[in-house]
């Protein structure tokens, strides 16, 4: 059973950093695309951020809202992805979820293959509050 | 980026009935439409992938349909453990973006 486990969450105030951390089990980590997605207190989910697998390349893309503050990186030596979060800002408070993205292919034209990705399994959540 | 738009916010319903929650991107998606549910203090769950695949373990009752610009998740039979915040997701482009969700409540 694959399982995901967040840590790394408190209260920290405006301007300060944090990093979260996702430790990973019962799949083949180095070969996952992980996500990480927030979801503000009584409000809907935002997706903040991708990684995809070294031997995909190991980019990684960005909402706008963080770009630039926040980096998504992964240690497949030890199962685990990562979030470091600087400058941060009172509209980052939020529980911040870590989620695999599953791919499915969906077809291939002459020169390319296209597939659709979704978030399959998702962990609990780690609370992240930004306050003075 | 792409807006999500879903429709209602909420509604409420009883067991037994039909439930339809309708998304609409702001461009053409294709058909590149997922939808999670999200019961309180829990992650959201994937039901249905590329608009209209059922994930494997979810209860047929669930279906989705669409593509392009406008899509339905349809609840055949609402049961008690339906009773959730749904929300889509397109992942055509980045940024990948959600619709706001629909919480669906006991009437």
């Known amino acids: 059973e694959v399982q995901l486990v967040e840590s790394g969450g408190g209260l920290v105030k405006p301007g300060g950093s944090l990093r979260l951390s996702c430790a990973a089990s019962?799949?083949?980590?180095?070969?996952?695309?992980m996500n990480w997605v927030r979801q503000p207190p009584g409000k809907g989910l935002e997706w903040v951020g991708r990684?995809?697998?070294?031997?995909?390349?190991?980019?990684?893309d960005y909402a706008a809202p963080v770009r630039g503050r926040f980096t998504i990186s992964r240690d497949d030596s030890k199962n685990t992805l990562y979030l470091q979060m600087n400058r941060l800002k009172s509209e980052d408070t939020a529980v911040y979820y870590c989620?695999?993205?599953?791919?499915?292919?969906?077809?291939?034209?002459?020169?390319?293959?296209?597939?659709?990705?979704?978030?399959?399994?998702w962990g609990k959540g780690t609370t992240v509050t930004v306050s003075s | 980026d792409i807006q999500m738009t879903q429709s209602p916010s909420s509604l409420s319903a009883s067991v037994g009935d039909r439930v339809t929650v309708t998304c609409r991107a702001s461009?053409?998606?294709?058909?590149?439409l997922n939808w999670y549910q999200q019961k309180p203090g829990k992650a959201p769950k994937v039901l249905i992938y590329?608009?209209?695949s059922l994930q494997s373990g979810v209860p047929s009752r669930f279906s989705g349909s669409g593509s392009e610009t406008d899509f339905t998740l349809t609840i055949s039979s609402l049961q008690p453990e339906d009773f959730a915040i749904y929300y889509c997701?397109?992942?055509?482009?980045?940024?990948?973006?959600f619709g706001q969700g629909t919480k669906v409540d006991i009437k």
């Open positions: 989620s695999t993205v599953e791919a499915e292919l969906g077809y291939c034209n002459s020169t390319s293959c296209f597939h659709y990705y979704y978030m399959d399994v």
């Open positions: 019962g799949l083949t980590f180095s070969h996952a695309w």
């Open positions: 990684i995809k697998s070294k031997t995909d390349g190991g980019s990684t």
């Open positions: 461009q053409s998606i294709r058909n590149y």
């Open positions: 590329a608009a209209s």
């Open positions: 997701q397109q992942s055509y482009s980045i940024p990948w973006t």
